[in-house]
């Protein structure tokens, strides 16, 4: 029987993993075990398993060298068939429909914040999902705990993801990242970035993650000076709430934060004047906004963008959950912006500068 791929079986369990929530270490221990095996001659890897030897390797432990061998012996994984069989959930012909017509994620991370993988890793996960385009949206400045990009190393990003793209365009690889950013809204509602890098970018996030304890009033007024700013496309996560969950990375298991208080009817109305987008947004930590918020958001004609908010190639995957709750809550498939082509996008996001 001939062998099986060792690396890319251990690459797709770490990716089934991620997109199940399990544990970060999980996830780790079979990324680690195929970046140590992929910078050895599969002779050397073929060898080592014959001689019991793998896990004399960094990176390498019992389970992930019980799967090596396996791959090398031509059988699938028994770890990988497992979670083959329970991958995703049954969900109707609407939610399956709607996460057909997406056509990309406007709300994902890398390694240059607080993402686990590096912009190329991510992109070709997106790719692997179907997606035509990935917006990448690294954190802004003021968010230092998780990493994020002063004004520089965005602009050096944005070097990167010009190269990627015209290595995508020279292999016929149709496929795009879009520059972007999840920029925190401050407290007076500006935006957390130079105004003409903001202008650069193709889709602009924007975020509360500070003092969402604030009184109603008071985040109202910061929400609503945030969508009138012209640089802004999406309001992300729009009530900042974080749901406990069993699994995932571990800063996020088991903790909770209420929802932010503030006038949603007048939010979602100025996201209409202004043509903005509301977030759907799909981590198991969030489903942000709450349903009872998004049937208002629905019913003032808001636009909205299901995204994951991914911080890892795995997570990509969870848009079903968030498709789920469109259906759910009678969102408009002609209103979600990521069911447009990455040049609609653009240019729609062009409109607001």
Same mark, same amino acid.
């Given at each position: 029987?001939?062998?099986?791929?060792?690396?890319?079986?251990?690459?797709?369990?770490?990716?089934?993993?991620?997109?199940?929530?399990?544990?970060?270490?999980? /996830?780790?221990?079979?990324?680690?075990? +195929?970046?140590?095996?992929?910078?050895?001659?599969?002779?050397?890897?073929?060898?080592?398993?014959?001689?019991?030897?793998?896990?004399?390797?960094?990176?390498?432990?019992?389970?992930?060298?019980?799967?090596?061998?396996?791959?090398?012996?031509?059988?699938?994984?028994?770890?990988?068939?497992?979670?083959?069989?329970?991958?995703?959930?049954?969900?109707?012909?609407?939610?399956?429909?709607?996460?057909?017509?997406?056509?990309?994620?406007?709300?994902?991370?890398?390694?240059?914040?607080?993402?686990?993988?590096?912009?190329?890793?991510?992109?070709?996960?997106?790719?692997?999902?179907?997606?035509?385009?990935? /917006?990448?949206?690294?954190?802004?400045?003021?968010?230092?705990?998780?990493?994020?990009?002063?004004?520089?190393?965005?602009?050096?990003?944005?070097?990167?993801?010009?190269?990627?793209?015209?290595?995508?365009?020279?292999?016929?690889?149709?496929?795009?990242?879009?520059?972007?950013?999840?920029?925190?809204?401050?407290?007076?509602?500006?935006? #957390?970035?130079?105004? #003409?890098?903001?202008?650069?970018?193709?889709?602009?996030?924007?975020?509360?993650?500070?003092?969402?304890?604030?009184?109603?009033?008071?985040?109202?007024?910061?929400?609503?000076?945030?969508?009138?700013?012209?640089?802004?496309?999406?309001?992300?996560?729009?009530?900042?709430?974080?749901?406990?969950?069993?699994?995932?990375?571990?800063?996020?298991?088991?903790?909770?934060?209420?929802?932010?208080?503030?006038?949603?009817?007048?939010?979602?109305?100025?996201?209409?004047?202004?043509?903005?987008?509301?977030?759907?947004?799909?981590?198991?930590?969030?489903?942000?906004?709450?349903?009872?918020?998004?049937?208002?958001?629905?019913?003032?004609?808001?636009?909205?963008?299901?995204?994951?908010?991914?911080?890892?190639?795995?997570?990509?995957?969870?848009?079903?959950?968030?498709?789920?709750?469109?259906?759910?809550?009678?969102?408009?498939?002609?209103?979600?912006?990521?069911?447009?082509?990455?040049?609609?996008?653009? +240019?729609?996001?062009?409109?607001?500068?």
């Amino acid at each position: 029987m001939a062998s099986r791929d060792p690396v890319a079986d251990l690459q797709r369990i770490a990716f089934l993993l991620e997109a199940a929530n399990e544990a970060t270490y999980r /996830v780790r221990a079979f990324r680690s075990a +195929a970046a140590t095996l992929t910078k050895l001659p599969a002779e050397e890897i073929a060898s080592r398993a014959a001689a019991g030897t793998l896990t004399k390797l960094a990176g390498v432990g019992t389970v992930t060298a019980r799967c090596v061998e396996e791959s090398l012996a031509g059988e699938e994984p028994v770890y990988l068939r497992r979670l083959l069989a329970t991958e995703g959930s049954d969900v109707d012909e609407a939610t399956t429909a709607l996460r057909t017509a997406l056509r990309g994620d406007c709300h994902t991370h890398s390694e240059w914040s607080d993402g686990s993988a590096p912009i190329e890793e991510m992109a070709m996960a997106a790719l692997g999902l179907g997606h035509q385009y990935l /917006v990448l949206t690294d954190h802004s400045p003021r968010l230092t705990v998780a990493n994020g990009l002063t004004a520089s190393r965005l602009r050096e990003q944005l070097d990167v993801v010009a190269a990627l793209n015209e290595t995508f365009a020279a292999t016929g690889t149709a496929f795009r990242i879009l520059t972007g950013i999840e920029v925190d809204i401050l407290a007076d509602g500006s935006l #957390d970035q130079k105004d #003409d890098l903001l202008a650069q970018l193709d889709v602009v996030v924007g975020s509360v993650h500070s003092n969402l304890a604030d009184e109603p009033d008071v985040m109202t007024r910061r929400m609503l000076a945030a969508i009138r700013n012209p640089h802004l496309d999406i309001l992300g996560h729009c009530t900042g709430r974080k749901l406990a969950t069993s699994g995932g990375d571990k800063g996020h298991r088991g903790r909770s934060r209420a929802e932010s208080r503030f006038d949603a009817a007048k939010v979602f109305a100025a996201c209409v004047e202004h043509d903005k987008a509301v977030e759907i947004n799909c981590r198991p930590d969030r489903l942000d906004p709450p349903k009872r918020l998004l049937r208002l958001a629905v019913e003032a004609g808001c636009r909205f963008s299901i995204d994951t908010d991914a911080h890892a190639p795995g997570q990509l995957d969870w848009q079903r959950a968030g498709c789920a709750r469109a259906v759910a809550c009678g969102v408009p498939p002609e209103r979600v912006i990521n069911t447009w082509s990455a040049d609609d996008l653009v +240019a729609w996001a062009a409109t607001h500068a």
